[in-house]
């Protein structure tokens, strides 16, 4: 069976190619304001079919690309969701493990953390590498985006590619900067983020991975790590040194 997804990845099946911001994925000239969004999903279609509602409310959702990986073997339930989609181009690619878990040097004791993480780096691998994208947005299959979830992406993507010390762009406040002094500091507007900071961005030493901008250059530099190590985040999170941090938003995305 997963070589069976191996030659359907081939054929990069698509959903309203009449929609797609510009016309050859494996080019090298994609627009500087069209961006991936990459979905990862797996089997379950509730809450999928909740956050596929939400996309379309995203602003500038036309522009984007989305696209979506889908692992395990039961597909057919995320298929019929991803067809309703009629409002942005989609790409759907389904995650062959045993061809991941191969060429990552896994084994037959593999447990659930190393499929996610195989499924993790072959979808930032065919959103940065297969497709000439520098900076891909991620989502999962229980996240729901805001409304600016998109533009704030566009708008960070060049400080994302331009700045090496920057491993990622949040979408979520979390990590110790923000959690150590969060609902007291908070309302009394001496924390990181006050009660009138929406717009704030600050640096925190912590990935948090729930709808996180990455830029061709972090996967990069953490790829040989993710090849032989556990659960992605975590990985990331015991690498960050005194100069590599993440800038997260005050206000979830």
Avoid at 63 to 78: H, S, Y
Avoid at 111 to 136: I, M, W
Wanted: hydrophobic share 40%.
């Amino acid at each position: 069976l997963d070589g069976m997804k191996v030659l359907a990845n081939a054929r990069h099946l698509q959903l309203n190619a009449h929609m797609n911001p510009y016309k050859d994925l494996s080019s090298t000239g994609a627009p500087q304001d069209t961006l991936p969004i990459w979905l990862r999903a797996c089997r379950r279609t509730f809450p999928l079919s909740l956050v596929l509602q939400r996309l379309r409310s995203v602003w500038r959702i036309r522009t984007a690309v989305l696209i979506v990986t889908v692992d395990r073997d039961m597909v057919e339930g995320v298929l019929r969701e991803l067809s309703a989609v009629d409002f942005m181009h989609v790409r759907v690619y389904f995650h062959p493990f045993t061809e991941t878990r191969a060429s990552l040097g896994f084994h037959g004791w593999d447990t659930g953390v190393h499929r996610l993480n195989a499924h993790y780096v072959f979808g930032l691998r065919l959103s940065l590498v297969s497709c000439p994208f520098d900076y891909v947005i991620t989502l999962e299959d229980d996240l729901l985006p805001s409304p600016d979830f998109l533009v704030y992406h566009q708008d960070m993507r060049k400080v994302a590619t331009s700045d090496p010390n920057i491993l990622s762009i949040l979408a979520y406040p979390n990590g110790p900067v923000h959690d150590c002094s969060y609902i007291k500091d908070k309302l009394l507007n001496r924390s990181v983020c006050q009660a009138g900071s929406a717009d704030m961005l600050y640096n925190d030493r912590f990935f948090a991975g729930w709808g996180a901008g990455l830029s061709r250059l972090s996967f990069l530099r953490f790829l040989p790590v993710w090849n032989f190590s556990g659960i992605y985040d975590g990985i990331m999170n015991g690498l960050i040194d005194h100069e590599l941090h993440c800038l997260a938003p005050c206000r979830p995305r």
